[in-house]
């Protein structure tokens, strides 16, 4: 049968194109998950922009790894207002989906670079709009110029200007937050991880901020608070008298997710919670960010997997 004029078949791209495409591919993951907030979102952009490069005619294209972020911006864009969409009627607090960095501490890694994974970034990130959020990460995590951002967004360079503007104005306005050396985050955990085991808070009491938050996010498919958790005594009294029995019969052990140590949490090898950390501008615990839903889990257990796969 002949095949209809009206139908363009698939270009197979050759090789130099799908080398040129992997190349860019950790740039782009970072850039989607910096924008959705989800790495399950990422990969499905940077595969939907992937099925876009192979149908094109390259020798149009002056400068591919510019329309590769521009394309994969602005289906990230499209990505996040959809899933907003969809967590109008999300229970209990959202947080980011985590994400294993263990490789950042090796020569590909920087400060920028870790601050711009850990949840609370990302958190203080749900504050903006899409389009805010994509040009003050293209801006300020990969450090482009107006112009290029603005291509990205399409928006004159003018408008692209005044979103990262609106974005370090709102970013400003957020406690500060720190990334304390990785013996002070060993010392912190240490000491959280000894409370959850024990019901000891002694040493933690002297590491907390007086106006500690706690969030858990269940998304309504495992039990979780629905509510943060604000305090002191609040968030210590939850420690000892909830996490301590509930995690009673279950292993706890010390990771790297989201550019921090964290906690996971596992029962009979399954993961069943994940804990990251934020720390203020006194190197003291602010925020306990606690991940239930087992849909942002079920990548936890490969997570060895794609190890390095997220650099600029």
């Known amino acids: 049968m002949e095949q209809s004029s009206d139908i363009e078949p698939l270009m197979t791209p050759n090789t130099e194109n799908v080398t040129e495409f992997e190349q860019a591919r950790p740039t782009l ?5 910096r924008i959705t907030g989800s790495y399950a979102e990422a990969e499905d952009v940077v595969q939907d922009v992937y099925f876009s490069w192979r149908t094109l005619d390259h020798s149009t ?12 911006t602005r289906k990230a864009i499209d990505s996040l207002r959809a899933a907003r969409n ?7 607090p959202w947080l980011p989906e985590p994400l294993q ?10 400060l920028l670079l870790s601050e711009s994974v850990t949840t609370a970034f990302l958190v203080v990130m749900e504050r903006l709009s899409p389009k805010e959020r994509a040009a003050f990460i293209l801006r300020e995590v990969f450090e482009q110029d107006y112009c290029q951002v603005a291509e990205s967004l399409g928006v004159s360079e003018a408008a692209c200007r005044k979103l990262v503007s609106r974005a370090k104005t709102n970013v400003k306005d957020q406690p500060k937050k720190t990334q304390p050396p990785p013996e ?18 002694g040493r933690l009491t002297e590491l907390i901020s007086d106006d500690i938050v706690l969030k858990a996010d269940g998304g309504g498919k495992v039990i979780a608070v629905r509510r943060p958790l604000e305090g002191r005594t609040t968030v210590l009294k939850f420690t000892t008298k909830v996490l301590f029995r509930a995690w009673a019969e279950q292993s706890v052990r010390t990771v790297e997710f989201n ?3 964290a906690l996971l949490i596992e029962k009979d090898d399954v993961p069943t919670a994940l804990v990251t950390l934020a720390y203020d501008e006194f190197e003291k615990l602010c925020d306990i960010f ?3 839903n087992p849909d942002k889990l079920a990548h936890v257990k490969a997570a060895s997997e794609f190890q390095g796969r997220l650099l600029t």
Do not use: H, K, M
């Not at 002056?62 to 994969?72: E, G, M």
């Not at 969809?86 to 209990?92: A, H, L, P, V, W």
């Open 290 to 292: 606690i991940v239930r």
């Open 29 to 33: 993951t970072g850039l989607a998950y």
């Open 61 to 72: 294209i002056s400068n591919p790894r510019s329309w590769l972020v521009t394309a994969c």
């Open 259 to 261: 550019a921090s140590r």
């Open 86 to 92: 969809s967590r109008t009627e999300y229970i209990g």
């Open 101 to 110: 960095t263990d490789y950042l501490s090796g020569p590909d890694s920087s």
């Open 184 to 201: 002070r985050q060993d010392e912190i955990i240490a000491a959280f991880n000894a409370a959850v085991r024990t019901g000891d808070t």
